[in-house]
């Protein structure tokens, strides 16, 4: 069982909110405007945590605090799956089980392609025979399919990234790639690099000028703690990382004036 972490957006944007996962995890361009994040670590086995629940985790705590969507694929001995978060909406995914039999809800890849603003129409057409009963098609061709599909929207898989491999393997072609490892380096570090990305995104003037800012930096944390809180509880990885990076986006907001006039 493994995963991968797609995200609609370049390495320099994707670093800063992966780091925040505290999670190992290898960084790789996959094409124009988007980025591959490996997991080294294998939180479902140590956990004892379905692969498909950290990845929603981890996929949703990536986008909550972002412009740009996140598409977790996600494969075991008896299924494989996507999930795909944007922003705060309620994330959305599709499973097939080992043998390729679709066993997740239709209208849920036309949600899919809607949120990634995929053609509704030759994307759509394209996205359906997925969904559709194929004896020649196990799980592992399905994602291979998925990702043949997003090539429209500049999706590139670098070479020996497929997924369905083992996580040896994945591992071993993302090294061989130079791809960045993502290390933990505290707290500190880690809210500075993100707010360097936020600040220069479309979301900066909102955070951080005008009477509004506070506020929004504010409820960011109110709705990261109980989160957070509830990932604990759960033992839930990917959930307790989303709460928590909620938590440092807000923390964000508060401490800019702080950290420039430091900076400074």
């Given at each position: 069982?493994?995963?991968?972490?797609?995200?609609?957006a370049?390495?320099?944007?994707?670093?800063?909110?992966?780091?925040?996962?505290?999670?190992?995890?290898?960084?790789?361009?996959?094409?124009?405007?988007?980025?591959?994040?490996?997991?080294?670590?294998?939180?479902?086995?140590d956990?004892?945590?379905?692969?498909?629940r950290?990845?929603?985790g981890?996929?949703?705590?990536?986008?909550?605090?972002?412009?740009?969507?996140?598409?977790?694929?996600w494969?075991?001995?008896?299924?494989?799956?996507?999930?795909l978060?944007?922003?705060?909406?309620?994330?959305?995914?599709?499973?097939w089980?080992?043998?390729?039999?679709?066993?997740?809800?239709?209208?849920?890849?036309?949600?899919?392609?809607?949120?990634?603003?995929?053609?509704?129409?030759l994307?759509?057409?394209?996205?359906?025979?997925?969904?559709?009963?194929?004896?020649?098609?196990?799980?592992?061709?399905?994602?291979?399919?998925?990702?043949?599909?997003?090539a429209?929207?500049?999706?590139d898989?670098?070479?020996?990234?497929?997924?369905?491999?083992?996580?040896?393997?994945?591992?071993?072609?993302?090294e061989?790639l130079?791809?960045?490892?993502l290390?933990?380096?505290?707290?500190?570090?880690?809210?500075?690099?993100?707010?360097?990305?936020?600040?220069s995104?479309?979301?900066?003037?909102?955070?951080?000028?005008?009477?509004?800012?506070?506020?929004?930096?504010?409820?960011?944390?109110?709705?990261?703690?109980?989160?957070?809180?509830w990932?604990?509880?759960?033992?839930?990885?990917?959930?307790?990382?989303?709460?928590?990076?909620?938590?440092?986006?807000?923390?964000?907001?508060?401490?800019?004036?702080?950290?420039?006039?430091?900076?400074?």
């Amino acid at each position: 069982m493994n995963a991968l972490l797609l995200c609609r957006a370049a390495p320099p944007a994707v670093r800063g909110p992966a780091q925040l996962l505290r999670e190992q995890l290898l960084l790789a361009p996959a094409g124009t405007d988007w980025s591959v994040l490996v997991p080294e670590g294998k939180p479902w086995l140590d956990d004892g945590e379905p692969v498909d629940r950290v990845v929603t985790g981890w996929a949703t705590a990536l986008a909550v605090g972002a412009t740009w969507p996140v598409l977790g694929l996600w494969w075991d001995a008896d299924r494989a799956g996507l999930t795909l978060a944007s922003g705060f909406r309620r994330p959305v995914g599709y499973t097939w089980l080992a043998d390729g039999t679709p066993a997740g809800e239709h209208e849920a890849m036309r949600t899919f392609a809607d949120r990634l603003a995929l053609d509704p129409v030759l994307d759509v057409q394209a996205l359906e025979p997925l969904t559709e009963p194929d004896p020649d098609a196990d799980a592992r061709a399905r994602l291979v399919g998925l990702t043949a599909v997003l090539a429209r929207t500049g999706l590139d898989l670098p070479p020996g990234l497929h997924p369905g491999d083992s996580a040896e393997a994945l591992h071993a072609a993302a090294e061989a790639l130079g791809a960045e490892e993502l290390a933990w380096s505290g707290w500190k570090d880690a809210v500075a690099t993100e707010l360097d990305v936020v600040e220069s995104g479309p979301l900066g003037p909102y955070l951080f000028h005008g009477p509004g800012a506070r506020a929004l930096a504010a409820g960011l944390i109110a709705a990261g703690l109980p989160l957070t809180a509830w990932g604990i509880a759960r033992r839930s990885g990917g959930w307790t990382a989303a709460g928590l990076l909620l938590v440092a986006e807000g923390l964000v907001g508060l401490a800019y004036d702080r950290l420039r006039n430091g900076d400074g």
